[in-house]
T-cell receptor, first 112, second 114 residues
Framework: DSGVTQTPKHLITATGQRVTLRCSPRSGDLSVYWYQQSLDQGLQFLIQYYNGEERAKGNILERFSAQQFPDLHSELNLSSLELGDSALYFC???????????FGEGSRLTVL | GENVEQHPSTLSVQEGDSAVIKCTYSDSASNYFPWYKQELGKRPQLIIDIRSNVGEKKDQRIAVTLNKTAKHFSLHITETQPEDSAVYFCAAGHSTSGTYKYIFGTGTRLKVLA
């Protein structure tokens, strides 16, 4: 158990819909990272927050947005969903700086 | 832009043989290089890491080497076992805009044949 909690674990929805994925980081961790992993693909960096502020953006689509709340949990919002958005979405956290990223179990999104 | 290339994409070895996975990074500011193992359907987990002020690090059957000049780093697994079968990801980390960013390679699917 990494201490990072992601909900929901599985989500099936239709094209054009909107979903919200939630991440609770390890206790004390200030940094939250979101990654997308499509089938048999690598980990694509989406976005990073540190203590409530957006700090880095990767290949995140305009249809996607995220935020980190004062209690440090983070949400990733995916809208106008397309079939190609089907993937495993991982959240990872750490205190800050260089070192081990602790990954959650992921949220598997299936868009039909 | 920032990029980490990882090779090979798949690797099959006989049990007991060694496995080597190689990565190349593009950002010279990268100073932290972790390796993650992801078993089927599970989350990535750190197996070993190395910082830019070190050339080599070993932990039992696993070792990582870093060549900063060439921007290469490699994972070496000796005496492979069936439980080593998984997808392995390298990553390169660097500070940017007051934060720390990690870029992952595309992964290597390792199969250890019994």
């Amino acid at each position: 158990d990494s201490g990072v909690t992601q909900t929901p674990k599985h989500l099936i929805t239709a094209t054009g819909q909107r979903v919200t994925l939630r991440c609770s980081p390890r206790s004390g961790d200030l940094s939250v990272y979101w990654y997308q992993q499509s089938l048999d693909q690598g980990l694509q960096f989406l976005i990073q927050y540190y203590n409530g502020e957006e700090r880095a953006k990767g290949n995140i689509l305009e249809r996607f947005s995220a935020q980190q709340f004062p209690d440090l949990h983070s949400e990733l919002n995916l809208s106008s969903l397309e079939l190609g958005d089907s993937a495993l979405y991982f959240c990872a956290s750490r205190l800050g700086g260089a070192g081990e990223l602790f990954f959650g179990e992921g949220s598997r999104l299936t868009v039909l | 832009g920032e990029n980490v290339e990882q090779h090979p994409s798949t690797l099959s070895v006989q049990e007991g043989d060694s496995a080597v996975i190689k990565c190349t990074y593009s950002d010279s500011a990268s100073n932290y290089f972790p390796w993650y193992k992801q078993e089927l359907g599970k989350r990535p987990q750190l197996i070993i890491d190395i910082r830019s002020n070190v050339g080599e690090k070993k932990d039992q059957r696993i070792a990582v080497t870093l060549n900063k000049t060439a921007k290469h780093f490699s994972l070496h697994i000796t005496e492979t076992q069936p439980e080593d079968s998984a997808v392995y990801f390298c990553a390169a980390g660097h500070s940017t805009s007051g934060t720390y960013k990690y870029i992952f390679g595309t992964g290597t699917r390792l199969k250890v044949l019994a």
